[in-house]
């Protein structure tokens, strides 16, 4: 590994996996399985220090730029604890109303803008006179 990656890996989250949270996957960590983007999730071996986080410690290790919306549906309610059983154990086909993941662009040129918007084209739309203030003893 090169001296910037290994850097990386020490200093930074956003990335992957740090150090530390290599070392704690590798101790106390048993791999539950990975999803179509690569992401891996693991749950905690033996007992919890913190009985705050529920009854058991769950996580993801992001196959590449950790962005929390690159995790699936079925994954996420794994990790939250509104399922106990992963989409790697079961037969888990998403719903027809369930769209493929699409990448957060909030801060990108091609995030959405809409019309009249300060970063945008075109004027506001103007305003359909629907709304009706609401005054007290009304």
């Not at 590798?26 to 999803?35: C, E, K, L, P, Y």
């Not at 913190?50 to 919306?69: I, L, T």
């Not at 075109?122 to 203030?133: E, F, K, L, N, S």
């Amino acid at each position: 590994m090169a001296l910037k990656d290994t850097l990386l890996r020490i200093f930074t989250w956003w990335n992957g996996q740090t150090v530390s949270l290599a070392l704690i996957t590798a101790r106390s960590g048993q791999f539950v399985g990975t999803d179509e983007l690569g992401n891996k999730y693991y749950k905690a071996l033996g007992p919890l220090i913190d009985r705050s986080v529920g009854p058991e410690r769950r996580w993801v290790v992001y196959n590449g730029y950790a962005d929390a919306s690159r995790v699936p549906p079925g994954w996420r309610a794994w990790l939250c604890h509104n399922g106990d059983t992963p989409p790697s154990e079961e037969d888990y086909r998403p719903r027809e109303w369930q769209k493929p993941h699409e990448e957060n662009l909030t801060g990108t040129a091609a995030a959405y803008r809409p019309k009249g918007s300060q970063l945008s084209w075109g004027a506001r739309p103007a305003a359909t006179g629907d709304y009706v203030p609401w005054t007290p003893g009304e």
